[in-house]
């Protein structure tokens, strides 16, 4: 059903179209169509100068002009082409003058100027045309001569042998055709023809021929010989003029164009560009299928039809402008998809590396991870990590366990800006965690991997240690070959520097001193007594003694420490400990400069014999100490220099006494207490021993081996 209506629907559009009649006129007469503003009859016309007599009694049916009479051929837009009428004159009555006149005055036709030609026809004729221009009178003609029939063949071209031709002016709407001979005698040419035409016509569809002098033929060639019309609409009205009067206006189409008739009087109207048909009409025009003309089809390949325009484009994988004299179409060049290929390809490979490079970097990691994990258990990791879970459940506090990424970041990535102090036991680096917690971490030297246990051991009950004057162990880190330590950060520096650099000399007053050597005094007697196991310093020296801004001492460096061995087969490991406590500086070449000075100890002593105690002090102390103060502090130090063990004042003696001392600088008269050391003697002396040689940088080489104390301290 829909099919067959859309059939139906486009046959009357392409019907439509072809009728360019008024509706309900006849659209054709004979041949010929007959478009508005022409019309069959009165109503069909738009003015009866438009008007066309359809003659039915010729077969097919002739149409005429109706106000002249004259036979039109065809109609178009602009022109209506009329059938000719010759002016024809043979030489059977050569006297007479034979004549034609065709009148379009009161007509809106002038006989187009462009299109038609005056032509004259035989061997001896004078042909004239006379008209009016206008008002004005207009003559012209052509004569037309031949001597023999061969010199007519010679010039077959309308140009004065046989025929003569001559342009008409232009706006002409009557003319008479006259056509006559040269002269009377014309017996030489009667032999190839007798007669002379004079007439009008569209040049493009006169073509002379010999022929033509045979009048038979002549009349029956120039039968289909139209004379062409220019028409236009509203007699000498303009475009301006006609729209003043929109009932009469004739371009009826909405938007339909008018332009002045530029050879004829009159306006004519035309459909907007992208349209055709009757603008005259007011549904007269129809739009260009431009795509659907297959001959003349302006796209090269894709064509799509728009109202009043077109447009053109390439398939997929062409480019242009798709006009065929435009740039048309070519098909893309490969290297678009080339270009796709390659990035795919280099995308592709990107990938693969960054795969390939993830992969490894993951891989790296992971066995990273593995040697941290191996590093941890190489450690003691998982003994220490037993034993703080433990503790833990007792509710000791213990030790925290460092990642070596946290310590990583902490230091910097162990940045050289970042160490505090170099040695022989390894490198001490300012970290600062994320807590903005201070602290520093000390990096060993290769730790003897046997003693994993007992350094695991070592590190659980230095953290246990909490000591005003003890530098606190807050934890370590085992995931590296070499496990870190992490202890409390202080800020100030280490005895050392501050006893051996003059200009910082004079800020320790012999009160700190005093203080400092009491602290430290403390602070050992503490570990090798009070804590829950003894703890044994063994490298008690100045340089192990830290400061805080107020001079608190702080000591430092479990470096050599054990603890207290429990049985007879560890002190082995005490007196091989014992060597550790060597002040390695003493080997340095700087002090084999004095005998006196290597010697400090025996220096000291015999200094203090002789009595000449004084010349070995600074003089601050000398002038800030009492004397019987220095005295009393001079006979406590020579006291732990003593060979024998037993004869050496213990640890917790020695702070004592010296807190006796500080009391006594205070409350002069509190001083001596040495009547009570020997209950403590038998304790530990050695540890005196140990403790204070090391602090005055002894030289140990004095003290042989058989002279150490094989004598366990009491737990
Ligand atoms: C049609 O042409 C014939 C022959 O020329 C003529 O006799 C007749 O009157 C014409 N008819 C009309 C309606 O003009
Ligand atoms: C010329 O005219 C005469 C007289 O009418 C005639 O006899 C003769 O045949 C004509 N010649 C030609 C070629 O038509
Ligand atoms: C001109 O000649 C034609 C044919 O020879 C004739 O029919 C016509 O009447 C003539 N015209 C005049 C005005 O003599
Ligand atoms: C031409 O025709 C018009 C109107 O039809 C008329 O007025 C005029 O006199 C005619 N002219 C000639 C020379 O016949
Ligand atoms: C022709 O007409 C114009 C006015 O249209 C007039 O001025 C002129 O005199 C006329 N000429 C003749 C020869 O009639
Ligand atoms: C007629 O004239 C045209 C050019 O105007 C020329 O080409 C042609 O050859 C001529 N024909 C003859 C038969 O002379
Ligand atoms: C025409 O020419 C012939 C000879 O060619 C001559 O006898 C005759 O008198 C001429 N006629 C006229 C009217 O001149
Ligand atoms: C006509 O032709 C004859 C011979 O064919 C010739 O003698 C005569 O001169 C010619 N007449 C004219 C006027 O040319
Ligand atoms: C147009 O022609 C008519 C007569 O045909 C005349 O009366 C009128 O003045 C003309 N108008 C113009 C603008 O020429
Ligand atoms: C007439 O032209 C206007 C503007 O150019 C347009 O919007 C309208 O559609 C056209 N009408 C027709 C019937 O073509
Ligand atoms: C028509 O002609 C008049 C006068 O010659 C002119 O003013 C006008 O612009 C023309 N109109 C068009 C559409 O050409
Ligand atoms: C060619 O293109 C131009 C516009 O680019 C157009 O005006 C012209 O009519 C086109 N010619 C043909 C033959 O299509």
Not at 156 to 167: A, K, L
Not at 236 to 252: G, H, S, V
Not at 305 to 323: A, F, I, Q, R, V
Not at 608 to 623: S, V
Request: proline share 4%; with cysteine.
């Amino acid at each position: 059903m829909l099919l067959q209506f859309l059939i139906c629907l486009s046959w009357l559009t392409s019907a439509s179209a072809a009728l360019e009649a008024k509706p309900g006129c006849q659209p054709t007469c004979g041949n010929v169509k007959i478009p508005y503003p022409f019309g069959v009859g009165s109503k069909c016309s738009i003015h009866p100068s438009y008007s066309i007599d359809c003659n039915k009694s010729y077969n097919p049916h002739r149409p005429f002009l109706s106000t002249k009479n004259l036979q039109v051929v065809s109609i178009s837009q602009t022109e209506v082409r009329i059938s000719n009428q010759a002016a024809v004159s043979c030489h059977d009555d050569l006297t007479k003058i034979n004549y034609t006149q065709t009148n379009l005055s009161g007509t809106p036709y002038t006989f187009s100027d462009r299109k038609n030609e005056f032509y004259g026809v035989g061997c001896n004729t004078v042909a004239l045309i006379g008209g009016l221009v206008g008002n004005r009178s207009y003559v012209g003609g052509c004569i037309s001569y031949c001597e023999t029939k061969d010199s007519v063949k010679a010039d077959m071209n309308c140009s004065g042998i046989g025929c003569c031709q001559t342009p008409i002016p232009e706006g002409l709407q009557l003319f008479e055709t006259y056509v006559g001979s040269i002269e009377e005698n014309i017996t030489n040419i009667t032999s190839f023809g007798n007669c002379t035409y004079g007439f009008m016509a569209e040049q493009t569809k006169y073509q002379f021929s010999v022929s033509d002098l045979q009048y038979d033929r002549f009349i029956n060639k120039i039968k289909d010989v139209p004379v062409v019309l220019d028409w236009a609409i509203g007699e000498n009205l303009t475009c301006e003029k006609a729209l003043q009067d929109p009932e009469t206006f004739a371009c009826k189409y909405k938007n339909a164009t008018c332009y002045n008739a530029s050879n004829t009087y009159g306006y004519r109207c035309n459909c907007p560009s992208g349209y055709e048909g009757n603008p005259y009409l007011i549904d007269g025009c129809q739009d260009v299928n431009e795509c659907e003309d297959h001959n003349d089809n302006p796209c090269a390949s894709i064509c799509t039809n728009n109202l009043g325009k077109y447009t053109c484009s390439c398939p997929k994988g062409e480019h242009g402008d798709g006009m065929k004299n435009g740039t048309g179409c070519t098909r893309n060049d490969k290297k678009f998809p080339m270009i796709i290929v390659t990035l795919g390809v280099s995308l592709g490979l990107l990938c693969l590396l960054l795969c390939i490079s993830w992969l490894y970097f993951s891989l790296k990691k992971r066995k990273l991870v593995k040697l941290r994990e191996k590093f941890f258990r190489q450690n003691g990791g998982l003994l220490l990590k037993r034993k703080i879970s433990s503790s833990h459940e007792s509710g000791v506090e213990s030790a925290k366990l460092f990642t070596s990424n946290e310590l990583k970041l902490a230091t910097n990535n162990y940045d050289e800006s970042r160490i505090l102090g170099k040695g022989g036991f390894g490198t001490v680096y300012k970290g600062i965690l994320p807590d903005k917690r201070i602290v520093a971490i000390k990096k060993s030297k290769l730790v003897d991997k046997s003693q994993t246990e007992q350094f695991i051991n070592e590190v659980e009950i230095l953290i246990q240690v909490n000591h005003r004057n003890v530098v606190k162990l807050l934890g370590c880190c085992l995931e590296n070959e070499v496990p870190l330590l992490v202890y409390e950060y202080i800020s100030n520096g280490n005895l050392y520097e501050h006893i051996h650099n003059i200009s910082r000399m004079s800020s320790i007053s012999w009160e700190d001193r005093l203080r400092i050597a009491a602290e430290t005094a403390g602070a050992l007697a503490y570990l090798h007594s009070a804590a829950s196991i003894p703890v044994i310093h063994r490298d008690v020296k100045s340089a192990n003694i830290l400061l805080e801004g107020n001079y608190t001492a702080k000591v430092a460096d479990f470096g050599a420490s054990r603890l207290v061995p429990l049985d007879q087969t560890q002190i082995t490991t005490l007196v091989q400990g014992t060597l550790g406590y060597l002040d390695p500086e003493d080997e340095t070449p700087e002090f084999e400069r004095s005998e006196e000075e290597r010697y400090l100890a025996t220096y000291f002593i015999v200094s203090l014999k002789e009595n000449r105690l004084f010349q070995l002090l600074e003089p601050r102390i000398i002038e800030e100490g009492k004397s019987k103060q220095i005295i009393a502090y001079s006979e406590l130090a020579k006291r732990c220099l003593n060979l024998k063990g037993e004869k050496r004042p213990t640890m917790k003696e020695v702070a004592m006494e010296l807190e006796g001392l500080r009391r006594f600088e205070m409350h002069p008269g509190a001083l001596g207490r040495n009547d009570d050391s020997t209950s403590l003697q038998s304790e530990s002396n050695d540890i005196c021993y140990v403790e204070l040689s090391s602090y005055k940088d002894d030289a140990s080489g004095q003290y042989s081996m058989e002279e150490m104390p094989a004598k366990v301290p009491p737990r």
